[in-house]
């Protein structure tokens, strides 16, 4: 086969520390790295809108690396300085779900509305 798995998943978020407590409490995912923090120059200019598909003047402020266990991880992107749109429906281009193996769902059910889920 062409593909052995998946390695990640990217989601757009708009408060990196707010995403990133919901993920740890609800999931227990871990904080792998940071590749760009609110203190370094965000990746912004003509060549990231090109490369990344990016509106005109858009800025990616923070991008986190999270893992989950011994599976996928997610990167989570927060931008600066370009309009956003609310959430896709499932009927929608785009990411609409993520699923996870979990060893007790009342648990990790419990854990995820804890968390401020539903």
């Given amino acids: 086969m062409i593909t052995r798995g ?12 707010q995403a990133t407590l919901f993920l740890q409490q609800a999931f227990g995912a871990q904080l792998a790295y940071d590749h760009i923090t609110p203190d ?5 200019g003509p060549e990231a809108e090109l490369k990344l598909g990016l509106r005109s003047g858009a800025k990616v402020i923070h991008i986190r690396m999270l893992s989950l266990g ?3 991880s997610i990167e ?4 600066a300085n370009t309009a956003q749109s609310e959430p896709v429906r499932a ?19 419990r854990h995820f509305k804890e968390s401020g889920c539903c």
Avoid: K, N, R
């Fill in 70 to 72: 011994e599976s996928a």
């Fill in 40 to 44: 370094d120059p965000p990746q912004e």
């Fill in 6 to 17: 998946i390695d990640h998943i990217g989601i757009t978020v708009p408060d990196m520390e």
């Fill in 91 to 109: 009927s929608d281009y785009g990411l609409q779900h993520m699923a996870l193996y979990v060893d007790d769902m009342q648990e990790a059910t």
């Fill in 76 to 79: 989570l992107f927060q931008y």
